[in-house]
């Protein structure tokens, strides 16, 4: 069975920084993973991304520059470093895996409990 289990989440000053992390656990081929996150009353949407296989990123253009993720292949994680956090980065975060139980097979989603993320000013 497929799990994600994230921490780091908490209380940040405005400006400041915070790292989130993820482990996914389970038998699996990881395709990429990221972190999505949700504020009260907006739809969840995706803040970062990176493949597991090439490496490559992708960001929400509101967070680029600011944030960064990075993978830890052995221990199958991955992190969000947010920098300069800003009060509309206030929200849940939720770490994203799209993983196969096959190379060839088809890709299945997986998602951690969400972590909050309040910001201070």
């Known amino acids: 069975q497929v799990q994600l289990v994230e921490s780091g989440g908490g209380l940040v000053r405005a400006g400041g920084s915070l790292r989130l992390s993820c482990v996914a656990s389970g038998g699996f081929y990881s395709i990429t993973m990221g972190w999505y996150r949700q504020a009260p009353g907006k739809q969840r949407e995706l803040v970062a991304s990176q493949s597991m296989t090439d490496g490559s990123t992708s960001y929400a253009d509101s967070v680029k520059g600011r944030f960064f993720i990075f993978r830890e292949n052995i221990k199958n994680g991955v992190y969000l470093q947010m920098n300069k956090v800003q009060p509309d980065d206030a929200a849940d975060y939720y770490c994203?895996?799209?993983?196969?139980?096959?190379?060839?097979?088809?890709?299945?989603?997986?998602w951690g409990q969400g972590t909050p993320v309040t910001v201070s000013e």
């Open positions: 994203n895996m799209k993983w196969r139980a096959h190379p060839w097979g088809e890709t299945f989603d997986a």
